[in-house]
T-cell receptor, first 115, second 114 residues
Framework: AQSVTQLDSQVPVFEEAPVELRCNYS??????LFWYVQYPNQGLQLLLK??????LVKGINGFEAEFNKSQTSFHLRKPSVHISDTAEYFC?????????????FGQGTILTVHP | DTEVTQTPKHLVMGMTNKKSLKCEQH?????MYWYKQKAKKPPELMFV???????INESVPSRFSPECPNSSLLNLHLHALQPEDSALYLC?????????????FGPGTRLTVL
């Protein structure tokens, strides 16, 4: 079965600390991977995506993610977080052969950055 | 223009009202999506239009009626809603509607059904 799991529902960190938000998927077909951020009462904004090629992808706001096919993971990282990074983060996967780019979302991780 | 716009931002309606949500994009995208998002949950896909044709309906109740008048516009007509339909309704678009096309999301309409 195809699924996406975000292992942590909430991640609290202090400002300027590094952070990793974890995402794992289950699939027997090819995958296209996305991380979105959602600030309170707003829509989703694309942080980064992995389609093919280099497994380390860099996105906006200093975030990066690494695709690990053997571990079926796509963890999001930032070396030093700011208060403004407080938001909810969704990992989303489009499975190969999926009609019309249908996304399967993880349950989301709320990142709270404390001063 | 890399924006998806949605109107209104907020909507309060009674269970007997008829209202519509509007979504617009001018990126030349050919796929448009409606999602419903409840608090502390990920978005749930409702409908997909591809090249102005309804391509996916995720078994959504008929009190939600989508419409795609042209390639830039997407409407969601609401009628006889229930309080449990209160949610954030998100519109998105993508270039070709394939697995590798990223979706661009609008800011959403916060709907409250009384």
């Amino acid at each position: 079965a195809q699924s996406v799991t975000q292992l942590d529902s909430q991640v609290p960190v202090f400002e300027e600390a590094p952070v990793e938000l974890r995402c794992n998927y289950s699939s027997s077909v090819s995958v296209y991977l996305f991380w979105y951020v959602q600030y309170p009462n707003q829509g989703l904004q694309l942080l980064l995506k992995y389609l093919s090629g280099s497994t380390l992808v860099k996105g906006i706001n200093g975030f990066e993610a690494e695709f690990n096919k053997s571990q079926t993971s796509f963890h999001l990282r930032k070396p030093s977080v700011h208060i403004s990074d407080t938001a909810e983060y969704f990992c989303a996967v489009s499975f190969g052969g999926t009609s019309y780019g249908k996304l399967t979302f993880g349950q989301g991780t709320i990142l709270t950055v404390h001063p | 223009d890399t924006e998806v716009t949605q109107t209104p931002k907020h909507l309060v309606m009674g269970m007997t009202n008829k209202k519509s949500l509007k979504c617009e994009q001018h990126m030349g995208h050919r796929a448009m999506y409606w999602y419903k998002q409840k608090a502390k949950k990920p978005p749930e896909l409702m409908f997909v239009y591809s090249y102005e044709k309804l391509s996916i309906n995720e078994s959504v109740p008929s009190r939600f009626s989508p419409e795609c008048p042209n390639s830039s516009l997407l409407n969601l007509h609401l009628h006889a809603l229930q309080p449990e339909d209160s949610a954030l309704y998100l519109c998105a678009s993508s270039q070709g509607g394939t697995e590798y096309n990223e979706q661009f999301f609008g800011p959403g309409t916060r709907l409250t059904v009384l």
